[in-house]
């Protein structure tokens, strides 16, 4: 089934990054979601039991960016799919993209992002 569910920009401030002032100063973290499901049940029955509560989903995006510190993105993305994956046994896959748009790079750019699928 390619039906998905997409959740775009969850925000929130961490303390994640290599530098050592990145675990004092933090910085905002951007998180997009990206849920592959069967949604033909819910789409007849308009049941919340029969989808993912897409608060659910954000709410666990939003602990793990302000909860324990991780020096890569990679790893955020991971553990953030790992546990949404085991969270929801209807989700056959889960993608996850961390932006860290003000990462210590000295050059001009816009966006510095990781995407973990499972």
């Known amino acids: 089934m390619s039906d998905q569910i997409s959740i775009l920009g969850i925000k929130?401030?961490?303390?994640?990054?290599?530098?050592?002032?990145?675990?004092?100063?933090?910085?905002?973290?951007?998180?997009?979601?990206?849920?592959?499901?069967?949604?033909?049940?819910?789409?007849?029955?308009?049941d919340l039991a029969d989808t993912v509560n897409y608060a659910e989903l954000a709410q666990i995006v939003h602990e793990n960016i302000v909860g324990e510190r991780v020096q890569l993105i990679e790893r955020l993305a991971g553990r953030i799919a790992d546990e949404?994956?085991?969270?929801?046994?209807?989700?056959?896959a889960v993608s996850v993209t961390v932006h860290k748009p003000h990462a210590p790079v000295t050059l001009d750019f816009n966006d510095i992002s990781v995407t973990i699928s499972r």
């Open 84 to 92: 949404i994956k085991g969270a929801y046994q209807q989700i056959t």
């Open 12 to 46: 929130a401030f961490g303390y994640h990054g290599v530098l050592p002032h990145e675990a004092v100063e933090g910085q905002e973290f951007i998180v997009d979601l990206l849920i592959t499901l069967d949604l033909q049940a819910a789409s007849r029955s308009d």
